[in-house]
């Protein structure tokens, strides 16, 4: 049996993962809509797919990106997103077709 304080000790609160953390993406991945509540307490809507178990957020810029690379390259299967800076103001994602 585990105590409260083990418990407690041992907790890790769950974390949605940004796409940003994936070494590649499949584009036909199930996107899903998610909703949640930011640090001032206002509720904002997101989308996400899920790998293994785990969630991953994408954000809004990175779709855009994607769209601007499947005109060009219908045929895409797979990217990868890179992440720059920190905040919401000053992350930056920059999305790479890998084939």
């Excluded at 769950?14 to 640090?39: H, R, Y």
């Excluded at 810029?61 to 800076?85: A, C, H, N, Y």
């Amino acid at each position: 049996m585990t105590s409260l304080k083990e418990a407690a000790s041992a907790y890790i609160p769950a974390k949605m993962k940004n796409v940003a953390e994936l070494p590649s993406i499949d584009v036909s991945l199930e996107l899903k809509d998610g909703e949640g509540i930011d640090d001032a307490g206002k509720p904002y809507k997101y989308k996400y797919f899920e790998v293994e178990g785990e969630k991953y957020r994408v954000p809004s810029v990175v779709l855009g990106q994607l769209k601007d690379i499947i005109e060009v390259k219908p045929d895409l299967r797979t990217f990868k997103v890179k992440k720059s800076g920190q905040g919401k103001e000053g992350t930056r994602y920059t999305t790479i077709q890998l084939s």
